[in-house]
Nanobody, 118 residues
Framework: QVQLVESGGGLVQAGGSLRLACVVS????????MAWFRQAPGKERERVAA????????AYSDSVKGRFTISKDNAKSTMYLQMNNLTFEDTAVYYC???????????WGPGTRVTVSS
């Protein structure tokens, strides 16, 4: 069984930075891609960034482009999200997800909360 666990969330002032990490563990699992999603209170879940796991390629939502950077360490089975210049609108629970096919994410972490104070 595959497990994803996020870490790195917390409280930060507007303009600050945080780095989230997602560790993949369990049986041998090589995803097609992994992604960071977020969900703010009263809002729909949003995919903010995605990365191909065995190739080069990243994608970002317009809301975070230029401020967030997704990266990976295949040897450590870990994905990261560097978040800079955070704003109040970035406040949400952030989830990592992994999938075996393009656009499909069948494995999810429990989430880590990010709160940005204005």
């Amino acid at each position: 069984q595959v497990q994803l666990v996020e870490s790195g969330g917390g409280l930060v002032q507007a303009g600050g930075s945080l780095r989230l990490a997602c560790v993949v563990s369990g049986r041998t699992f090589i995803p097609y891609s992994m992604a960071w999603f977020r969900q703010a209170p009263g809002k729909e879940r949003e995919r903010v960034a995605a990365i191909l796991w065995t190739a080069h390629g990243t994608a970002y939502s317009d809301s975070v482009k230029g401020r967030f950077t997704i990266s990976k360490d295949n040897a450590k089975s870990t994905m990261y999200l560097q978040m800079n210049n955070l704003t109040f609108e970035d406040t949400a629970v952030y989830y990592c997800a992994a999938g075996r096919a393009k656009g499909m994410y069948e494995s999810w972490g429990p989430g880590t909360r990010v709160t940005v104070s204005s």
